[in-house]
């Protein structure tokens, strides 16, 4: 039996006549029992509908976004974006944009991400000879994903149970055995099944069970992440030769290099971080000044994501900057983004911050330059709490 792909609706007022359209386009799959469509629309009264539009948003496989100039203006559609993607960027969802009416999202938070109809030509675009097949369009490329992640799911068979097993489960709600629990907690019945379930691309094995007798449901992952946070040191090129070497402006104080500042053989291939925009983004909200090592009029390329991990862009700190008040302040302004945006995965989410330090050594002959590149991993939380005057004394003992 394969499972039900949870389907999460997020739409503007303004857009309800068209996701009805759509909705129409997906009942096929929906009598197969093959999706599980679900929108604030199916709010019963008396339900406290915040938390409601809360659970379906955390649980559903695939989020679909509504796309139009109301969906964008929206403050409500916004929280539900800023949440969408903190599980896609770890693994636990599809995200996909359906573009319904023009407007500018290719900057959004979403705006990386494929979007449908085909080539993301609005649906309401008079290039399509009828709503009808701009529908169709979306639910040929939603059925696709579906049938993806439908692959990805393999069924267990139920475990056998004994009335001390069933016992041992009330008294023990954290097993970590085939389903996690051994009986229903809430009716003490053994008649449950369950399924493995997979979730990729994080490889995450997870069991999901249902009593048969109540109804109720559990889900527990196998394996919880370890948080212990990285940190790794290693020898970085001259940075103000090599700037130099490929025609870049000198940076100093803060900036930000390109990821393969060290490699590329000539400015043209040169290319930042996916993470760069987002981050000058907000330090430009805050005030931060950086040196851009861009040519004046020149616009880098993005490296595209190729994994579930944030990783941000390769900050560069001057020795001065070091000790300068600012530089926590530019730390912070990351690690609060990333509170947000991973908000409910502050433990179990991977984030990387790299950074460039320079160290300057007087020495008889001078002064003496040397580049460390300094990589932080761990999670949200841990990052939140790194103390940025580990940068010094990282580089310093490094140095002797």
Known sequence: MEPTIEIFL???????????????QLTSLQHQGRINLWDDSYILAGVEWESEIESHLNTAQIILLLV??????????FDKVK???????????RVIPIIL???HWQEALFG????LPTQAMPITDPRW????EAFYNVADGIRKVVEQLTSLYYETLPQKTTEQDNDKALNDLSS???????????????????ERRLVSPLGEVYNLIQCKECGWRGKIVNAEKENTMQTQLSDYVDVEKRALELGCNVPSGLAILPTN?????????????????????????AGISETRIEKEGSKLPQRSKKSWEWVSPLIFVSQWMLTNAALPITINIISTHLSDILKGHRNDADVTLEFVVETIEQTKRGERREYKRVSIKGSPKEIEAFDVKKLKQLTEKANK
Not at 15 to 22: F, G, I, R, T, Y
Not at 83 to 93: F, V, W
């Open 10 to 24: 997020c739409y503007a007022n303004r857009d309800k006549s068209l996701l009805e359209q759509l909705k129409t």
């Open 68 to 77: 139009s100039p109301d969906f964008m203006a929206s403050d409500q559609c």
């Open 83 to 93: 949440r969408a993607m903190a599980r896609y960027q770890i693994g636990e969802a």
């Open 101 to 103: 009416r023009p407007v």
């Open 112 to 115: 990386k991400l494929t979007a």
């Open 129 to 132: 000879p009828s709503l009808d």
């Open 176 to 194: 970590k055995e085939i389903f996690g629990y051994l009986a229903c907690p809430n009716c003490r019945s053994i008649n449950f099944t369950g």
């Open 261 to 285: 500042f060290d490699a590329a053989t000539s400015y043209d291939e040169l290319i930042h971080e996916s993470t760069t925009p987002t981050i000058r983004s907000l330090w430009r909200q």
